[in-house]
């Protein structure tokens, strides 16, 4: 079973950015990601209908950044535009942000609707898939 990680691109081409190993690290503001550390996963956008796998990813590194001043040293890396709904607000106490390595794009696919219409953890990350993805 390969983890499907959900990824907002309605305003950004995150994956994409991932894919060009413009963005090292994927944010949340909750350690939804945690427990997939050292997993390979797929990465999937939403954001423009149903979603659209593009690529495996390995979480190879969490770190959490507490402060402003924290995380500006990582801004760059995370490839959030400075002033966007991802970047730091006035009251933000806790950013997760995900190392992702070995990215390998493969050819994209969507997944069914009755899979993408069934959010699970919180609409970020869905373990359910049971396909047979080769890399």
């Known amino acids: 079973m390969t983890p499907v990680i959900f990824i907002n691109c309605k305003t950004e081409p995150f994956v994409e950015d991932i894919i060009c190993h413009l963005k090292q690290y994927e944010t949340r503001n909750r350690n939804t990601l945690g427990r997939f550390l050292g997993e ?11 979603p659209l ?7 190879d590194e969490i770190i959490s950044v507490m402060t402003k001043k924290q995380w500006d040293e990582y801004i ?8 966007s709904k991802y970047d730091w607000k006035p009251d933000t106490k806790i950013k997760w942000l995900y190392g992702l390595t070995d ?23 869905w373990t359910e898939y049971e396909g047979r993805i080769e890399e």
Do not use: M, N, Q, Y
């Open 103 to 125: 990215i390998k794009p493969i050819k994209p696919f969507r997944l069914p609707e009755a899979w993408a219409s069934t959010r699970h953890d919180h609409g970020r990350v």
């Open 76 to 83: 760059e890396l995370t490839w959030i535009p400075v002033g």
């Open 40 to 50: 390979r996963v797929l990465l999937a956008e939403t954001g423009h209908g149903t």
């Open 53 to 59: 796998v593009k690529c495996f990813a390995t979480i």
